[in-house]
């Protein structure tokens, strides 16, 4: 079975800072895709950034970018000029290639950005 | 468009009680989630529906039951409420039936079973 491994509970930076969140997953699948969710106090999931493993080039989306090490299986998060609006639970995903019905979720990082 | 709805947002239920969640999306996604949430244990699915009329259980599927209603509508029914029930309930749909979609996540039911 995947499994989805988020080893920080809690982390914390202060407003333009630059903060790393950590994901290790495991799978014996070599054509997955993983990705990054956001949930703000207001508890809507919102997709920050995904990651095809076929793809060696890391993603970015603006602000947030990934360390994709796929034979590291790990995957890690960079927010740049971190900005209040950041603060979040960040859950990190794995799906499947084969099939997107399931997504196996790590249990959360919180982020508080600080002033 | 207002993306992925649920009703209610907060329930209250006694142990014993039934009661149904509300999943409606305007999306015309084809895959439909539904997936609890607790205090750390992030997501686990539920059940699931990958199209129109076919189900499959998740990840934590005892205690309850679903019903695809038709392309929109994802219901979640809770037969005979227990106080492990409580919890934050996500539904979430996807376009396709293919790897690598998103999912879009509702805004959550919060759940209380006392």
């Known amino acids: 079975a995947q499994t989805v491994t988020q080893s920080q509970p809690e982390m914390s930076v202060q407003e333009a800072e630059t903060v790393t969140l950590s994901c290790t997953y495991d799978?014996?699948?070599?054509?997955?895709?993983l990705f990054w969710y956001k949930q703000p106090p207001s508890r809507q999931m919102i997709l920050v950034i995904r990651?095809?493993?076929?793809?060696?080039q890391n993603a970015t989306e603006n602000r947030f970018s990934v360390n994709f090490q796929k034979a590291a299986k790990s995957f890690s998060l960079k927010i740049s000029d971190s900005q209040l609006g950041d603060t979040a639970m960040y859950f990190c995903?794995?799906?499947?290639?084969?099939?997107?019905?399931?997504?196996?979720f790590g249990k959360g990082t919180l982020l508080t950005v600080n002033p | 468009n207002a993306g992925v709805t649920q009703t209610p947002k907060f329930q209250v239920l006694k142990t014993g009680q039934s009661m149904t969640l509300q999943c409606a999306q305007d999306?015309?996604?084809?895959?439909m989630y539904w997936y609890r949430q607790d205090p750390g244990m992030g997501l686990r699915l539920i059940y699931y529906?990958?199209?129109?009329?076919?189900?499959d259980k998740g990840e934590v599927p005892n205690g309850y039951n679903v019903s695809r209603l038709n392309k929109r509508e994802f219901s979640l029914r809770l037969e005979s409420a227990a106080p492990s029930q409580t919890s934050v309930y996500f539904c979430a749909s996807s376009p396709g039936t293919g790897p690598g979609y998103e999912q879009y996540f509702g805004p959550g039911t919060r759940l209380t079973v006392t």
């Open positions: 990651q095809e493993a076929y793809k060696q």
């Open positions: 999306m015309n996604h084809n895959s």
């Open positions: 529906s990958a199209s129109e009329g076919t189900t």
């Open positions: 799978t014996s699948e070599n054509n997955y895709y």
């Open positions: 995903a794995w799906g499947s290639g084969g099939s997107n019905y399931k997504l196996t």
